[in-house]
């Protein structure tokens, strides 16, 4: 049973870019969240996914904007990338929102 | 506000000895409390997950415990080993209509030394 897989796992971009990160769901799993953590920092929410919807948002810009495909999998899109976007981006499946969640391995991404 | 406070912020300890990280909280409404283990560059991993009735549970070397009346929860760790160190994340769920949210606390950052 694999768990929460996330690609790359690290990628290094300039300022004003665009990036996508990706996220596999643990089996079974309808539900996706995404979140941000900067160093030494908790997660900040940013989004999640259910049904192939946004149903929850946090306190993030529209250059930060999501995708959930029929199999649940899910994408992150960041554009104009800024240097305070360089983060650990996490993220969580889970069967009901927010109950259990299960997190990936993370994306480390590093704008230069 | 909903709020999540953890204690201490950061913590030493020998290998073998036992400790206890405190998580308070001001959240409401109440769904649940979990302990989230977190190894520096990695995704957080589930330790405990507890609702509004249950007092305490266990996760092998690792029990966690919650009042629901003083809005506490802690943390504790027996017999520390070496890959006890990492950051532990207190997470509480507030209820909020028909879209739960999450309100993280700080951490507390857990070194053990041989």
């Known amino acids: 049973d694999a768990g929460v897989t996330q690609s790359p796992t690290h990628l290094i971009k300039t300022r004003g870019q665009q990036v996508t990160l990706r996220c596999s769901p643990k089996s079974g799993h309808d539900t996706v969240s995404w979140y941000q953590q900067a160093l030494g920092q908790g997660p900040q929410f940013i989004f999640q996914?259910?049904?192939?919807?946004?149903?929850q948002r946090g306190n993030f810009p529209d250059r930060f904007s999501g995708h959930q495909f029929p199999n649940y999998s899910s994408e992150l899109n960041v554009n104009a990338l800024l240097l305070g976007d360089s983060a650990l981006y996490l993220c969580?499946?889970?069967?009901?929102?927010?109950?259990?969640?299960?997190f990936g391995p993370g994306t480390r991404l590093t704008v230069t | 506000k909903n709020q999540v406070e953890q204690s201490p912020q950061s913590l030493i300890i020998l290998e073998g000895k036992n400790c206890t990280l405190q998580c308070n909280y001001t959240v409401s409404p109440f769904s649940n409390l979990r302990w989230y283990k977190q190894d520096t560059g990695r995704g957080p991993v589930s330790l405990t997950i507890?609702?509004?009735s249950e007092n305490t549970k266990s996760n092998g070397r690792y029990t966690a415990t919650l009042d629901a009346d003083t809005k506490q929860s802690s943390l504790h760790i027996t017999a520390s080993q070496l890959s006890d160190s990492a950051s532990y994340i207190c997470v509480v769920t507030v209820n909020a209509g028909n879209n739960r949210k999450l309100i993280w606390g700080l951490g507390t950052s857990l070194g053990v030394n041989p």
């Open positions: 996914y259910y049904e192939e919807e946004e149903r």
């Open positions: 969580a499946s889970s069967l009901d929102n927010f109950y259990e969640q299960y």
């Open positions: 507890m609702t509004f």
